[in-house]
């Protein structure tokens, strides 16, 4: 017996021609469905009959290498067939010159299981597995327009509905390209045979290989069992096909055929060779029109080798064309998974799009695709799942993209630009709060900073104009060269030995004349009640200043106070100097804080001022005002200094943002020296590094995230 593979290869029609025996017709089975994962070779169902003579009548030597590869197809008939184990569908097909017998066997990844484990575990796709199944329907309606009878080979007894399915793409099919093949086989085959396309109508069989019976020892009671299973499969299979249009009275128009008064549907194999295989291989025919068609005649042709062949050259390579019907009419699971998936589009869309603003940020973005999806996963079904979701994700992606987008440029607060998606350097978070000018006598409105110049310079420098302009202002050290190269504005101890900055993010003001009532505190806006009370420290003076201040005015319970209280101790020439540590808050709440975890309230005397400085001063506080109840905090934007006439202070402060950060922020590297009078030192309102801003704290209940460190205010004469 020979084998040979669809589509012939000039090799194999010239083999096919010298086995030819032109004054003969052969009769062709196809054999389709299952096999397990022994082998591909559906015939290897019919070894059963290895031991009845009929088997052999129809089967060449066994000693016959050709007899192995029809046993077992996992061996190569050459190296050409190599590839069996890893292709889609293919179709073989055997020649049995001695009973005039050919037999097509169609394997294909869905349905054999050896070849399927192969492509699973070599990582095969659903995609790929679809576009097998493909490759099947072309195969089958190649296999069914070149047979006389079609073997379904089943392991169990059943029938599965999906054949039906099956069926019917295939006739879609078949209908589409009959034309294409009629003309294929113009100048090859007779006139009836290239009118209807095939030999005839083929015959449908059912071949389970074992029944779900209980095993008996009584072989008549097996088979009366085995017919009556045999019959109830029939009516089943018969109604299903009926029903669904498969089968019909006239033959001719249908894919497929049973026997009127024979059964179709077989549990042993003999039997099946008895009804069918062995008349037709003596050359009887078969009509299966019913009805009001019975006595129609049908077209029914016993070809000869060489003419089998060439036609069916000529309709495989028809059929293995780009046809763009064949997604379509194949995959019906895909087809109605696209459909399905589309239709859960829309939904989805607008779950993604209700209620948005009319700009959002990428997070809300990404927050609205993931309700999207869910949506669209709890409508979706089917192979194109991933497919629709992905059309989704760019549905959404582009709504967002097309003028929805925020600019989301974060601010050095941390809070992000709420203007529409701009390539400008001028933005907003919309964001506004409330701050003191530089000597914290005025608040103003000023908007959230997008850098260092504005929220450290920019701010204060305008504020001025409506307050402190007047005022004494001490000039920090800067670089004028502002072409020279690009800093950071800010000096720090990660700063090049000689760098200056091109503005100063700190500022000192001094007032010559103001009042500093210790038992009322100081009169400035939005203080907490009984926080606005500076702390005292004992300074020297020198005598002679000590002297010209006999003519100040002595503090007394009926004595109005003068420019400056002063307490003189001519004894041993020692005055009282103030300090405060001032924190504010967006909101504009200012307090001054006592101690590294306490506020003022109201006057402390005694060396109060002296433990204060000894101490590291926190550079956040949670502020007493309160929205939503949520706490947020106040930041160290001030340190106010009363300096009595006569004495000077050493300034030096020192701020370390973040604990863990070894990095000190400071205004110059030289101690400042303040002598009498009210000085204002304003601190910065954003820290930042080269690696970028320091952000101010969400959270400082874990201990103080940045730090004002001990020491920065003494007396110069001690």
């Known amino acids: 017996m020979k084998r040979f593979r669809f589509p012939f290869s000039d090799d194999d029609l010239t083999s096919l021609s010298e086995l030819a025996d032109n004054s003969s017709g052969y009769s062709v089975i196809g054999l389709f469905g299952c096999s397990s994962t022994k082998g591909l070779n559906k015939l290897l169902a019919l070894r059963q009959l290895s031991s009845s003579q009929v088997f052999v009548d129809y089967t060449i030597n066994s000693s016959s290498s050709d007899n192995d590869s029809f046993f077992n197809s996992s061996k190569p008939v050459s190296a050409s067939d190599s590839s069996t184990d890893i292709a889609g569908a293919f179709v073989d097909v055997y020649i049995d010159k001695t009973c005039l017998l050919i037999y097509l066997n169609l394997v294909c990844s869905i349905y054999d299981t050896k070849l399927l484990v192969k492509k699973l575990a070599a990582g095969a796709s659903l995609q790929s597995l679809n576009d097998d199944e493909s490759e099947h329907v072309k195969s089958f309606l190649a296999m069914a327009l070149l047979s006389h009878i079609l073997v379904l080979v089943q392991p169990t007894a059943n029938f599965c509905p999906r054949n039906v399915r099956f069926f019917r793409a295939v006739d879609s099919l078949r209908h589409k390209l009959q034309g294409n093949i009629s003309s294929g086989l113009e100048g090859i085959c007779s006139d009836a045979w290239k009118r209807s396309g095939r030999l005839c109508t083929p015959r449908l069989i059912l071949f389970c290989q074992n029944s779900s019976l209980a095993p008996t020892d009584d072989s008549r009671s097996r088979h009366a069992l085995n017919k009556k299973l045999q019959s109830a499969i029939e009516y089943e299979i018969y109604a299903l096909l009926r029903k669904s249009w498969v089968l019909q009275d006239h033959a001719a128009a249908a894919l497929l055929s049973v026997p009127a008064k024979l059964s179709f549907v077989y549990l042993e194999a003999s039997a099946l060779w008895n009804d069918h295989i062995?008349?037709?291989?003596?050359?009887a025919t078969f009509n299966d029109n019913s009805g009001r068609f019975a006595a129609e005649p049908v077209t029914f042709i016993h070809p000869q080798l060489s003419t089998w062949a060439f036609a069916a050259q000529r309709i495989v390579n028809v059929i293995s064309g780009k046809h763009r019907i064949i997604d379509y009419l194949v995959d019906v699971a895909s087809r109605w998974s696209d459909a399905r998936c589309n239709a859960a589009l829309p939904a989805a869309r607008r779950a993604y799009q209700e209620g948005l603003p009319s700009h959002y940020t990428a997070e809300t973005h990404r927050a609205r695709l993931r309700i999207a999806m869910q949506v669209y996963k709890?409508?979706?079904?089917?192979?194109?799942?991933?497919?629709?979701?992905?059309?989704?994700?760019?549905?959404?992606?582009s709504h967002w993209r097309g003028n929805r987008r925020l600019c989301e440029t974060s601010s050095l607060s941390g809070h992000r630009c709420l203007l529409p998606w701009h390539?400008?350097?001028?933005?907003?978070?919309?964001?506004?709060?409330?701050?003191?000018?530089?000597?914290?006598?005025?608040?103003?409105?000023?908007?959230?900073?997008?850098n260092i110049k504005d929220a450290n310079?920019?701010?204060?420098?305008?504020?001025?104009?409506?307050?402190?302009?007047?005022l004494f202002h001490y000039v920090f050290p800067l670089n004028e060269n502002v072409d020279n190269e690009i800093d950071n504005g800010m000096m720090n101890t990660e700063s090049a030995s000689g760098w200056r900055p091109h503005f100063q993010s700190w500022s000192l003001v001094k007032f010559s004349n103001v009042t500093y009532d210790y038992s009322n505190g100081l009169d400035l806006p939005a203080f907490i009640h009984g926080t606005n009370f500076?702390?005292?420290?004992?300074?020297r003076i020198s005598t002679t200043d000590a002297e010209d201040q006999e003519a100040w005015p002595q503090l007394g319970?009926?004595?109005?106070?003068?420019?400056?209280?002063?307490?003189?101790?001519?004894?041993?020439?020692?005055?009282?100097?103030?300090?405060g540590i001032e924190y504010e808050c967006y909101k504009g709440t200012r307090f001054f804080m006592s101690g590294p975890d306490s506020l003022m309230k109201g006057h402390i005397g005694g060396d109060s001022g002296v433990r204060c400085l000894s101490e590291n001063m926190p550079l956040y506080w949670p502020c007493t005002c309160r929205i939503n109840k949520s706490t947020h905090y106040a930041q160290l934007l001030r340190i106010h200094v009363f300096c009595p006439v006569g004495a000077s202070l050493s300034l030096r402060p020192r701020v370390k943002p973040l604990a863990t950060c070894g990095t000190h922020f400071f205004p110059q590297t030289e101690t400042i020296e303040l002598t009498g009078g009210y000085w204002v030192l304003r601190l910065p309102y954003i820290y930042e590094t080269g690696r970028g801003p320091i952000l101010p704290p969400k959270d400082t209940t874990q201990g103080p995230i940045g730090i004002l460190l001990q020491g920065f205010l003494h007396d110069s004469k001690n």
């Open 278 to 283: 062995k008349p037709l291989a003596s050359g």
């Open 378 to 397: 709890q409508l979706a079904r089917g192979s194109a799942t991933e497919k629709y979701a992905s059309q989704l994700t760019a549905i959404c992606e």
């Open 423 to 450: 390539d400008s350097t001028s933005h907003s978070s919309k964001r506004r709060c409330t701050h003191s000018c530089n000597c914290g006598a005025r608040q103003l409105t000023r908007e959230d900073p997008f």
């Open 457 to 470: 310079f920019v701010f204060y420098n305008e504020a001025e104009t409506k307050c402190c302009q007047s």
């Open 534 to 539: 500076l702390l005292p420290l004992d300074v």
């Open 557 to 579: 319970p009926s004595q109005p106070l003068s420019d400056f209280t002063l307490t003189l101790n001519s004894k041993v020439n020692v005055a009282t100097a103030y300090f």
